[in-house]
């Protein structure tokens, strides 16, 4: 046989060895490092009672919305083509007519003309004058001629929801009235309020358009404000032309003037209305009962402009009987 495949056998054979006894140690022989770690288990919850040791029950977790205490329907009579109650903290619906329905907003526009305002941050004590290209003659508050401060416009346009208050306004705000219209689109689309349009601040225009349902949002985002809440609950405000005698403004909310009867307590009561004929008669309102609870309600195109507030508070009275809010007692049964 030749030599170099001898040589190549032999070296073959020792490799082969040389395999064999790796594997052979490597199985009989583990090390310490190839030992397999588990986690820990934890302990189950222990809890003494009576000097025993018993497992601990865990938590249960309850709602934070109000919730239904008994079965039967909101038998409130309703002459508004729409209507929306939610609860103020949770956005809980607890009842809707239609909330979906884009109807004219009219006067509760201000709202969203409100919010731009302030966004706006004007001079408050700076003055302007009505002229007649901001004058509207349904405006029974200010005459044409007259200056009133920015502030006192202010009071004017939310207290008696007058429009050339919020036209002079708007006119003092240092941008121009095109400008001033798209911000508030732009706001209600930033804060996702899509039904909501507008083509103008006052409302007037029935092109100012959207549903109760994104029209209960727009009043808690503007309600958020302290300015604006704390004029909403304002009964009535004496106004003040400059060189002129005080003038007397009586808010449009009947509830918070209790010319339409309610049980609502002083200081509870923060709400907008509206009206132009293509609307009838809008209102939305933020209401809270002794206990804490808020409810907002919306109702559009009713029949009255004493319906728009009896509709509203017997939509807000039914929610108060028949929900149970958290901290109420009875809620815990009810949320198991």
Not at 100 to 110: E, F, G, H, W
Request: net charge neutral.
């Amino acid at each position: 046989m030749p030599k170099n495949i001898i040589d190549f056998i032999s070296s073959f054979g020792i490799m082969l060895v040389g395999v064999v006894f790796l594997f052979v140690g490597s199985v009989s022989y583990p090390q310490a490092s190839q030992k397999i770690s588990f986690l820990p288990k934890s302990k189950p919850r222990i809890i003494m009672v009576g000097g025993d040791e018993q497992f601990a029950a865990l938590p249960i977790s309850h709602p934070n919305v109000p919730l239904k205490k008994d079965q039967q329907p909101c038998d409130v009579k309703l002459t508004a083509v729409t209507a929306i109650l939610m609860d103020d903290k949770t956005d809980t619906v607890l009842f809707e007519k239609n909330a979906d329905t884009v109807r004219p907003l009219a006067s509760i526009s201000k709202l969203m003309s409100a919010l731009v305002l302030l966004d706006l941050n004007p001079d408050w004590k700076k003055v302007v004058e009505i002229t007649p290209d901001i004058y509207d003659s349904n405006s029974h508050f200010i005459n044409t001629g007259e200056k009133f401060t920015m502030g006192d416009l202010w009071n004017i346009a939310l207290v008696g929801s007058s429009n050339s208050a919020i036209n002079a306004l708007v006119n003092g705000s240092g941008i121009k009235m095109e400008d001033f219209v798209n911000k508030m689109n732009e706001k209600a689309h930033d804060l996702r309020l899509r039904s909501l349009r507008f083509v103008e601040p006052t409302g007037i225009d029935e092109r100012d358009v959207g549903s109760a349902r994104d029209t209960a949002r727009l009043l808690k985002y503007a309600l958020a404000s302290d300015k604006i809440y704390n004029t909403l609950q304002t009964p009535e405000y004496y106004a003040q032309p400059l060189d002129k005698k005080q003038r007397r403004i009586w808010t449009t909310d009947w509830l918070l003037t209790k010319w339409v009867p309610n049980k609502f307590g002083d200081l509870t009561i923060a709400g907008k209305t509206g009206f132009i004929d293509g609307s009838k008669y809008n209102f939305a309102v933020r209401i809270e009962n002794g206990g804490k609870r808020a409810i907002r309600t919306v109702v559009f195109g009713a029949d009255t402009v004493e319906a728009r507030f009896s509709e509203a508070r017997d939509l807000a009275t039914w929610a108060f009987e028949h929900y149970s809010w958290p901290g109420d007692i009875g809620y815990e049964k009810l949320a198991q």
